[in-house]
């Protein structure tokens, strides 16, 4: 990815929510992106001191207690509590802006030991009690291990904690570093969840379509909800810097396939005409894009069109009725009272009883 795409991913990680980290050999720019886009947000008259909206660590130099603080005994002597970094934003401190970036530099070469510091503010924006200030976002940025600069292989955990993208060069392949072998995720426990939380149907429907990637290297189904936290801000899904930073979630190769596949589900029918017209929408026969349609009728349904949509899921195959009947009742049990609902599960008490 080039400089100007690296700064669209900047600043689209930022407005989902999603944590960035930029890799590529060394004095390739990605420090210098990170402060562009920082300038360009938050200080574009060119009148504030960068230090109040850009917080900058050096991996390769930083201390533990430059994101913990400093811990002591409280007064009684009776436990340990902490100082907060001033390295960190406060916006008690009059110094700090309201909106703002940490930018963890350096973070492979990071040892260890600092990087799992990391974990808390990587993910989540807190570190012990510290919380990060609502409006700012955190940024890595690290070179690669195989340019001789000293750089460490990150641990798995933070992997997974992250958007990775390849600064002028191809996105990072953790798939060898990350065994997942092992892993047993319940499909139908989980999409219950996901629709619960309001996961973007597509990501659904590509997991129930390819289980084996619900949890396979970087793919976890923490990444999956990053993914579709990243599609409620992006509008074009064929835009290469969206490809890459779904790479950069789950994989080069499980991201460029699902983004493959957004584009077959993309043919299915409107939502709203069935909102309308339940007997006049076709019914698609393919069934990565059944799979997608499905999905897509449990996101939306709520009481008031649930007659309709219902009256639409009868006209699907069996298997899928059964699916989405069960998720709609999940997600507002409601529903269970419609004349339509107690209809369809008279007539196929065979298989839900």
Not at 5 to 19: N, P
Not at 89 to 116: C, H, M, R, Y
Not at 302 to 319: Q, S
Request: aromatic content about 8%.
């Amino acid at each position: 990815m080039n400089i100007t795409g690296t700064k669209k991913a900047i600043k689209w990680a930022r407005e989902a929510g999603v944590t960035l980290i930029l890799h590529g050999v060394y004095a390739c720019g990605k420090s210098s992106a990170v402060r562009q886009v920082s300038d360009e947000l938050f200080d574009p008259d060119g009148t504030k001191d960068r230090d109040s909206y850009l917080a900058e660590f050096s991996g390769n130099t930083a201390l533990p207690e430059d994101f913990t603080g400093t811990a002591f005994p409280n007064e009684e002597r009776t436990k340990m509590t902490y100082l907060n970094s001033e390295l960190l934003p406060d916006l008690n401190d009059d110094f700090w802006n309201d909106e703002g970036i940490v930018l963890l530099d350096e973070i492979t070469d990071a040892p260890n030991s600092i990087q799992k510091m990391m974990y808390e503010l990587l993910l989540d924006g807190r570190l012990k009690r510290y919380r990060l200030p609502k409006g700012w976002s955190v940024v890595g940025a690290g070179n690669r291990q195989k340019d001789g600069s000293g750089s460490h292989m990150m641990p798995a955990p933070a992997i997974t904690r992250c958007c990775h993208i390849g600064v002028c060069s191809k996105v990072p392949d953790f798939s060898r570093k990350l065994n997942s072998d092992d892993a047993e995720i319940d499909i139908e426990e989980s999409t219950q969840h996901w629709h619960s939380i309001n996961m973007n149907p597509m990501v659904i429907a590509y997991i129930r379509l390819r289980p084996q990637h619900a949890h396979d290297g970087q793919a976890t189904p923490r990444t999956w909800e990053m993914v579709s936290d990243l599609m409620a801000v992006v509008d074009d899904h064929t835009d290469p810097v969206f490809i890459e930073m779904v790479c950069g979630l789950v994989g080069p190769v499980i991201g460029s396939e699902f983004c493959s596949s957004i584009r077959m589900f993309s043919t299915i029918p409107s939502i709203d005409a069935i909102k309308v017209d339940p007997d006049s929408v076709e019914v698609p026969e393919d069934m990565g894009v059944l799979h997608a349609l499905s999905n897509a009728l449990i996101y939306h349904v709520d009481f008031d069109n649930a007659a309709n949509l219902i009256k639409y899921t009868l006209r699907l195959p069996r298997e899928f009725q059964v699916y989405v009947m069960k998720s709609m009742i999940n997600k507002d049990d409601a529903i269970g009272k419609l004349p339509e609902y107690i209809q369809w599960l008279n007539d196929n008490r065979d298989i839900m009883f």
